[in-house]
């Protein structure tokens, strides 16, 4: 007998409040990116909103993602096809809101390859 | 109908165990810095007072910081403008406590580039 | 008197939502990896399983991984000696989900020497 | 009128699952080190308990550590004047217990410098 699961977990609502978008990088592989990587171990597939956040300019929505049952998908911020189009901004802090209509987990990394080496930093942003 | 949400989110109390602000640092792009990174998704404006931990000296206070309503600010520890005046030591270990008086997001992140590559580290801190 | 614990401590359903095991890596001590580190402080060895969840495939199931009572173990996503057989993907975003039969903490870290320095990432995936 | 506290925080139990002390390092300015960094804002004195578990060897106490009210010590586990004395093996894969009589809060950072450049990971670990 499996001790796994194959219900739904994770939150709807999840907060990523260091979120940055560099434009310079020299990587050899990789440009610098960030990644909002999403989890559905769920039997549903979840819709996800995004709100970003900044100091002095309006909130820009992201509206409409889909993220199919039992799957994972990384999300770049630096791919408007992965985000209905919409480029963010670079160079600029911001602050990022995930909403989905099903439980999810979400985890945020960055790749930084401004000078030019390679750094990665991750974190579980904040949940409710 | 969107599932985004506009209430508030966070907590009031934040607790950062590990900062600290180097001294050195030769980046091509960036000098070393740390930033704590506040997220107001509410519908209010927060005003923020800090409390800086050391080990074998008293604490240091800094007060009254404020975050317009539905905005994203990385106050960068290295910066006394965003600080009230406050010049925070350098190469010295301390914590943060971060108490606001609204919910709030936090997230700590440091950059450093004392050897003299250029590295990330990032989390949510501990609230309450 | 001590104030040390030898009672169990975690959850049994641990959620990493960024992970990714490269091909590429020139490191001189270290080829990149990651690894999902496993810490057991309670009195009755645990059984774990996993589950990959990927973009466009089917989830791969690990099971049945040993970890005794009061250890902790650092099970490399590179090592099929340590997945019971399995051959994780390379150059494929996934992620993981842990089943414990027993609670248990996880800590999600990587170390990447794609371009070819070194660097390390490491976040507490969300529980349930 | 404030909005800081002075009550205490945090939690009493704490738990790293990637813990790694390098023997290899040929850092600039500093050697490779893991900090366990903690912070207490209580009005009462800490006194913590360290458990060091393996993979096959039984787990090291560390007992006694003392940490003033309203401070943050970064307990560097290549210090054996910080651990009582303890020698923490080098190039053993470990996991951190942390045990204290009042509540504190705990974050878990590395600096690796093996290759030779400089990389840091942090992370808040999981707390009971």
């Known amino acids: 007998m499996s001790?796994?699961?194959t219900s739904s977990a994770g939150k709807t609502r999840w907060y990523i409040a260091d979120a940055y978008l560099?434009?310079?990088g020299r990587g050899e592989t990789w440009e610098g990116h960030e990644s909002v990587c999403v989890l559905n171990v769920g039997a549903a597939d979840a819709t996800l909103d995004f709100i970003l956040?900044?100091?002095?300019?309006?909130?820009i929505e992201i509206k409409g993602l889909k993220l199919p049952a039992r799957s994972?998908?990384?999300i770049?911020?630096?791919?408007?096809?992965?985000?209905g189009g919409v480029e963010v901004p670079?160079?600029?802090p911001y602050g990022i809101e995930v909403a989905s209509d099903q439980p999810v987990i979400v985890q945020y990394s960055r790749l930084d390859v401004t000078q030019p080496n390679f750094t990665l930093m991750t974190t579980i942003p904040y949940a409710e």
Do not use: I, W
Not at 76 to 83: D, I, R, V
């Open 76 to 83: 770049g911020m630096h791919k408007p096809e992965m985000l």
């Open 53 to 59: 956040y900044f100091d002095g300019r309006e909130p």
């Open 90 to 92: 670079r160079d600029v």
């Open 72 to 74: 994972n998908r990384h």
């Open 22 to 24: 560099p434009s310079c």
């Open 3 to 5: 001790n796994t699961s």
